[in-house]
């Protein structure tokens, strides 16, 4: 092989990492989360609340929530994730899950309003806050694995 040929392989050889590298990021979006379990799958465009400020604010004082939509909250370290519904007008499922993006809780059809805290337990790095009902209707339980951007580590690879 000539010199051209080993330079026109090694670039072509170098865009299809690329074009492979684009297709695996493709799978996460800053603005989607993407959740499977035996069974199913789902997609949800999100808010992301990766702030304190953005965090308490969350989804409170809104009206509607359109179906494939919620609110993935992001903590910088795994933690006892507690949330209520004071001054939130909608019903939310609340779908806690640990650092590597494994769902480790599901609560449903919080109360809009209630001031009674909800648990998510210890080591909980994201929450993702849908419609009220929508996660089992979906069929969502612990044991699912979600994906995004933010999960370090994750159990569901964006490569996949």
Sequence with gaps: MGSGSTRRAVIGSFAALVLMAGTALAGCRDDQVELRW????????????????????????????????????????PRRASFWMKNTLIPLDMIFADPTGRVTKVHANAKPQDTTPIDGGAGVK?????????????????????????IANPSWSCAE
Excluded at 56 to 74: N, Q
Excluded at 128 to 141: D, P, Q, S, T, Y
Aim: net charge neutral.
């Design 38 to 77: 035996p069974g199913g799958q789902a997609r949800f465009a999100v808010e992301v609340a990766d702030t304190d400020a953005t965090r308490s604010r969350g989804l409170m004082f809104r009206e509607t929530l359109p179906r494939s939509a919620g609110m993935l909250f992001v903590y910088e370290s």
């Design 126 to 150: 994201l929450v993702l806050e849908i419609n009220g009902g929508l996660a089992a209707r979906l069929g969502i339980v612990p044991g699912a694995e979600m994906r995004h951007p933010a």
